[in-house]
């Protein structure tokens, strides 16, 4: 059998597995809210409000709780084959419009510090590794691992207080004053700084273990022996199977790219994805829990299905063991 | 011509002079462009949409919308007089018809209102004039219309469902502010002055309202100056960024004593809690002092165990809280809290070691930590449960506890019957209270209180409630704390009422630049 069929045979029993997963996922994003301690209706009514049992029944039956699980599973189901993901209690509003505003939002910030994460931290985590003697390897690796260990919210702090409170170069809160790009840009400058910097320092840590990892194979060597100039030997040969362990987890990225950053997002003040589900879980939104979750999983689902292609192209022998 | 014509209109035409705006720091979040729908929004829109009352200074009712009040001798009929000379934002006069169709949707349409629906009857308007009708008696209403924002009628009666209705504005108001703008992106309310107000006029031209998700970035956003006060519903300026704050020089502060507080509840439905001389021995286990010092930060004061603060009309001066180890250890050994096997751990009726399920909130862990280490050292062992917040209703509303630790609100101490009482009847359930006393003479009180506005009756029964508190503990209070509201030194006219602060009509048209 050909090498292309065993790894398109490959990829279709992966999309199966995740088609099941998906199943699953329906039954587990529904569920796991409702498992949580807690009452939606108590919250929405809050905690110095007095209402009658009857008049707490109503509210229940208004929002469809007072009906067994699996009847509420059943309806939820048939909404969501309409594209209904649901009406939030606390939010006023349809949660696909809320997530449709949210997710524009964090996709803008997460997404463009997940880029800049690449673009900064493989190129030198790469060549990190391939030169790891030198010192200026050892300087950045030190840096990476000092701000991969430093607590994200500290570290927003931090920066928070020299670059807005000290220097006075950046905006406290918000996506913007006005809704204009200079101030949009003015805005963001400093949170996607922020989740640039981990990102980076994450990438060029792996990175940086993948091709110290490879470069000891026997392979290289035997390039070497064939005469191949080393720059070659990086680029050629080493890059391609040290990148496979960071493509897995960059999809992994771009799959949560919805789920927001909450600790970017408090202190920055930002209304992204993060602080709608952190919020949603206070209160026991269940409609918009389910609805995010439901939507997170999905892209989590297709960006694990880009990086195995994306792998299946790079190292064609992918698969082919199983 | 052309130069000349070009000349005289610029010389017509008005200096734009730029405008003068108050700016509001916050930590209480708007999460939906619902005016009547979201939490915070309903307490901002207090600015723009007035309620009929409001509270002065010193804690009294008082009219807002409202000139005064008539209560029939049964108190199920309330008459309001509608001040003269009112108008909405886009120049309609405010009518008592407004008042009339605004309390009638909230209790058809808004959930935490739902008592309106099942209890108002009949609602007349006659001029200025609105009286409302109950099917039982009702004493509390005027403190209940301190919260409802009265809405014109013009606007909302063709609104399907307000409680769900969303803009970002601008909506019409009738206060001295109308909301211009809700930005949920920007993180901020715009409120502009009411062009059709007739009261005092504000010195601003527009109040901001800038909401942060945590207080760090508030107390660095006054520090920089941006920001000319910070306000958050029943709670403080973070106390331990006072100082800070005070160091930048442009700031002022504005202490006062709050209705809030902090206290130790207990299950009085399980041994040994249901015993007043345990109860009475952990009241002497607690250093309250250094209590204050640490959760406080020294902004308030030991308590008395009447557990009402003076910050509340109605207080009566009863015996402050006493640290004593030496005396709770007596008092445990008296009831027959003993310590038989030498454990350091007291033993219980059954005779195994009382160690106490301490429930709490996360955001409670300091004090529990250090009630813990109080009632270890009298030798009452303390396991310390901490828990989000809906779990711990859940867990309270169980009974599954024996203390627990948590805060009443302004608002929460006068509900009910008033005087914390709504924490503690057992008829009541609700997220905040404890439900936990079904002593007859407490319920016959509150039922008392319930039944009467008159007012030297009602002095009375403070008198007996804080009595009540004082003689039987159903709550231990750990502070009586004082709210810190610090001020840009350049304003003044600030005013502070124990419901909401500094967000009331005194401010927004008293604050003016120091001149």
């Known amino acids: 059998m050909g090498a292309s069929f065993l790894s398109f045979h490959y990829l279709i029993r992966k999309i199966f597995r995740y088609l099941f997963s998906f199943v699953i996922i329906l039954l587990v994003v529904f569920l796991l809210p409702r498992m949580m301690p807690g009452d939606p209706i108590a919250n929405l009514v809050g905690e110095d409000v007095y209402l009658s049992p009857q008049k707490i029944l109503e509210l229940r039956s208004a929002f469809g709780l007072d009906s067994p699980l699996h009847e509420q599973f059943f309806v939820y189901c048939m909404k969501l084959y309409q594209l209904d993901l649901g009406y939030s209690f606390h939010m006023h509003a349809p949660v696909s419009s809320l997530l449709i505003d949210r997710a524009a939002w964090t996709l803008l910030y997460i997404g463009i510090a997940i880029v800049c994460g690449i673009i900064i931290g493989v190129g030198p985590g790469e060549k990190a590794g391939w030169e790891s003697e030198k010192w200026w390897a050892h300087f950045l690796s030190a840096g990476a691992v000092l701000i991969s260990s430093t607590p994200p919210y500290l570290l927003s702090l931090i920066v928070l207080v020299i670059f807005v409170y000290h220097f006075g170069w950046f905006p406290l809160k918000g996506f913007y004053d006005t809704f204009d790009i200079t101030s949009i840009i003015h805005h963001l400058v400093l949170p996607i700084s922020v989740l640039t910097v981990f990102y980076a320092s994450r990438n060029f840590l792996i990175m940086r273990g993948a091709v110290l990892s490879e470069k000891c194979q026997l392979y290289p060597q035997f390039v070497r022996s064939l005469g191949i100039p080393e720059k070659d030997i990086l680029s050629g040969h080493i890059r391609k199977n040290a990148i496979i362990p960071l493509i897995t987890l960059i999809a992994l990225d771009f799959g949560f790219l919805f789920s927001g950053a909450l600790f970017i997002e408090i202190v920055f003040s930002l209304n992204g994805m993060g602080s709608l589900i952190y919020d949603a879980i206070l209160s026991r939104d269940y409609p918009v829990l389910t609805g995010s979750f439901l939507v997170i999983s999905v892209f989590v689902i297709m960006a694990n299905i880009l990086s195995d292609i994306l792998c299946i192209v790079l190292d064609p022998r992918t698969g082919r063991n199983e | ?515």
Not at chain 2, 104 to 110: C, E
Not at chain 2, 231 to 245: E, G, I, N
């Open chain 2, 1 to 515: 011509m052309v130069l000349t014509a070009a000349i005289l209109a610029c010389c017509c035409l008005p200096v734009m002079a730029e405008e003068k705006i108050l700016r509001v720091a916050t930590t209480n979040e708007v999460k939906s462009p619902a005016f009547i729908g979201d939490y915070t929004l309903g307490l901002f829109n207090h600015i723009s949409n007035p309620p009929l009352m409001q509270m002065d200074q010193n804690g009294k009712l008082i009219g807002l919308l409202a000139d005064h009040y008539e209560v029939s001798s049964d108190n199920t009929q309330w008459t309001f007089y509608i001040k003269e000379n009112q108008f909405w934002s886009d120049g309609t006069p405010v009518t008592g018809d407004d008042v009339a169709f605004s309390i009638q949707m909230y209790g058809k349409s808004v959930p935490n209102a739902g008592w309106i629906g099942e209890t108002l009857t009949d609602t007349a308007v006659d001029g200025n004039k609105v009286t409302f009708t109950f099917n039982k008696p009702y004493t509390n209403l005027a403190l209940e219309f301190t919260s409802y924002s009265i809405l014109p009628r013009h606007i909302w009666e063709s609104v399907e469902n307000p409680n769900e209705y969303t803009s970002t504005g601008p909506y019409v108001g009738a206060g001295p502010f109308y909301l211009d703008n809700v930005d949920l992106n920007a993180g901020k309310v715009i409120f502009k002055r009411n062009p059709y107000w007739k009261g005092t006029s504000p010195a601003y031209d527009a109040v901001e309202i800038s909401w942060f998700k945590n207080e760090d970035a508030a107390a660095k956003a006054l520090e920089s100056g941006a920001m000319d006060t910070y306000w958050k519903y029943a709670s403080s300026y973070p106390y331990a960024a006072v100082d800070s704050l005070k160091s930048s020089g442009t700031f002022e502060i504005l202490e006062k004593p709050t209705s809030g507080l902090t206290f130790l509840g207990f299950n009085l439905k399980k041994e040994p809690l249901s015993d007043i001389s345990f109860r009475d021995a952990i009241s002497y286990a607690i250093n309250y002092q250094e209590m204050v010092n640490i959760a406080t930060l020294g902004y308030g004061r030991v308590p008395n165990r009447g557990f009402i603060p003076p910050a509340m009309d109605g207080y009566i001066s009863t015996q402050a809280m006493e640290y004593n180890p030496e005396t709770a250890k007596k008092k445990l050994e008296s009831a027959g809290y003993k310590d038989s096997n030498g454990n350091g751990i007291v033993e219980g009726n059954d005779g195994k070691d009382i160690v106490l399920d301490l429930l709490i909130r996360n955001a409670y862990s300091r004090e529990a930590e250090l009630v813990k280490e109080y009632l270890e050292k009298v030798g009452i062992g303390v396991e310390i449960r901490s828990v989000e917040d809906n779990t711990w209703f859940e867990l309270k509303d169980t009974y599954n506890y024996d203390i627990t630790l948590t805060r009443t609100t302004p608002w929460g101490m006068l509900m009910h019957a008033n005087w914390a009482t709504g924490y503690f009847d057992s008829r009541r359930t609700g997220q905040g209270v404890l439900h936990t006393v079904d002593d007859p003479v407490f319920l016959e009180l509150c039922d008392n209180i319930l039944a009467t506005t008159d007012t030297t009756l009602l002095n009375r029964y403070a008198q007996d409630v804080q009595n009540y508190y004082a003689d039987n503990l159903p709550g231990i209070p750990l502070y009586w704390k004082n709210d810190i509201t610090p001020y840009n030194k350049k304003i003044t006219g600030w005013y502070s009422n124990p419901l909401y602060g500094i967000m009331n009509e005194f401010t927004l048209t008293g604050v003016k630049p120091v001149a």
